[in-house]
């Protein structure tokens, strides 16, 4: 097993040039700059409350609009996820959170199964929030679970402001990757799941 559970990884095509650096077992420290200040702010909260640390700078063609920006970070940040955790010797595989910001509460369940899936449950009553279209968290969640081969469910439970369900749903994230990674030593020689490596 990768015992640092780190990834570093550069992606540049057409429509977007990112450099991405991920530690698993980290102090929630992170540096990030995407060009659009909410979508930084979110993965600042998810390096945070996971305990990751992230590094990235992703330069997209923001003149056309986030789409292409926040997608392709999330494959990225997919596929450095995928990276880090190597094989699933040791590791819980199953997260699950539930975390309010004053009146929202979003709950994501996570499961390093080596079988793509976003279940998205959420409903945004602004298009944007900052710079940045509420449609493209769904976006960037879907690439994530797609590159990083998890199964991923967040469910907005309540909430109004678009802002606060928002951060609530990154952070519940946050917590249930933290779980579905955590790794017991014990464990380190046990068989991967029915999949093997990720
Ligand atoms: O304690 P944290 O840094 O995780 O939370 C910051 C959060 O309170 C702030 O980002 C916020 C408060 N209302 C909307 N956003």
Same mark, same amino acid.
């Given at each position: 097993m990768n015992d640092i559970r780190h990834a570093s990884l550069h992606r540049a095509t057409s429509e977007t040039d990112i450099t991405l650096a991920l530690t698993?077992? !980290?102090? !929630?420290r992170s540096n990030v700059d995407s060009g659009i200040g909410f979508f930084d702010h979110m993965l600042t909260a998810l390096a945070k409350h996971g305990s990751f640390n992230l590094d990235l700078k992703a330069k997209g063609d923001l003149h056309i609009d986030g789409h292409h920006t926040v997608e392709d970070v999330g494959i990225v940040f997919g596929q450095a996820f995928r990276q880090a955790i190597g094989d699933k010797r040791g590791i819980e595989r199953f997260g699950h959170a539930l975390v309010p910001l004053d009146e929202a509460l979003c709950e994501a369940v996570v499961d390093i199964s080596g079988r793509p899936y976003l279940a998205w449950n959420v409903v945004f009553l602004r298009e944007k929030i900052g710079t940045m279209d509420t449609e493209l968290f769904e976006e960037f969640f879907r690439a994530f679970a797609m590159s990083a081969h998890i199964a991923l469910h967040i469910t907005c439970k309540a909430g109004t402001n678009a802002h606060h369900i928002a951060e609530s749903g990154f952070k519940a994230v946050a917590r249930a990757l933290k779980v579905a990674v955590s790794h017991d030593p014990r464990l380190a020689g046990a068989i991967p799941s029915t999949k093997g490596v990720l």
């Open positions: 698993l077992d !980290g102090e !929630g």
